[in-house]
């Protein structure tokens, strides 16, 4: 059985999807490691660390030689795999919903080419799951991140400060969307000493927001204010909530000096937050982190790639959030994809065998065909 490890090639990728630590479990499961030279540099680790951990250092070609099952942070370009086994597992993030030739158009490359490629982001929210999650591991590290990303453009102090000069007030800030990165969002701000708010859809995580210490902002009275849908995640919003929604959030925005939302709907562009006329009430200096750009944004005029200023607000707009924590980003996901594998593999075999409801959540190709229904659909 031989793991194999690439290099990511998308522009601005930092990660890297196995560690010495994953490469000396790998090998004590009885699987060949191979790991493409220079994977882990901007992880901040070094060829000769996957070396001393077991694992052999080539180039792409030789490395992806034979093997058996590839792993990646995001989806590897499929002519850059030749060499691989038929049948050959492909274990990254796929961006399986994305259109173009980093989602829908390299998935049906797998297929063609045989491979059986698994999206680590279809992982089911089951309990037993949970070590392998990908999108939790990434978004609570990303939630983190915005936060010191708002910190490092706001002209101000995050904490009250009293000084003999006088007294600093404590910034004000309000997340949108209170999922795992919203959470996380929510802690590390009241750790800089920002007063903190938030909002969101699930009713259930009201209570979660004020266990953190901050102020739950929430739509009350309208129909259907659950919000929650399959797998704990949220549902499209009837239209008389969106407008109680709107209404709520632009009494409350205009206070704010730091906005992060973090709204998404599986499988759907990420619902409209923050429209550019609440943005011009807002005090100029403020500023909003919109995590969910790449998914089409939950801020009006929030750029991919950008921090764009409006109306003396500026909307931080980077991509790829994880990546900008390569290091610690990196050796949670290699640990998700180290935990999916040995929670599978089959001594006997030497290789994991993959037929439950996991399987079945996370496999996209196979026999040359798409076969997830939540694509077939
Ligand atoms: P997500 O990234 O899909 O979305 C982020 C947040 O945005 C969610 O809380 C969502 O409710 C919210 N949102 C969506 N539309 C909104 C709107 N119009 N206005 C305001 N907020 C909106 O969510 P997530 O971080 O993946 O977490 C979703 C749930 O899944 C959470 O309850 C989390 O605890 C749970 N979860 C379970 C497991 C597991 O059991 N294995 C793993 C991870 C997360």
Redesign the pocket.
Known sequence: MKIVIVREQADGERRVAATPETVRKFGALGADVAIEAGAGLHASIADADYAAAGATVADRAATVANADIILGVQGPAPDSLAGAKPGAWIVAALNPFGAGDNGRARIDAYAAAGFEALAMEFMP???R??SM?I??SQ?NLSGYKAVLDAAAEYGRAFPMMMTAAGTVSAAKLFV???????LQAIATARRLGAQVSA????A??KEQIESLGAKAIFVEKVAGIE?EGA????TE?SDEYKAA?AELVSGHIARQDIVIT?????GRPA?R?ISDAQIATMKPGSVIVDLAVEQGGNVEGAVAGEIVERHGVKIVGHRNMPSRLAADTSALFARNLYNFLSAFWDKDKNAPVLDDEIGTAIRLTQGGKIVNERLLG
Not at 262 to 266: E, N, S, V
Request: net charge neutral; hydrophobic share 40%; no cysteine.
């Open positions: 929210r089951i309990t799951a949970q999650d999108l939790s978004s949108m969307g209170v999922g795992v990165a919203g909002t969101d859809v699930r259930a995580t919000g797998g704990g995640y949220a919003m929604q973090t709204a998404l709907i599986p619902p937050l």
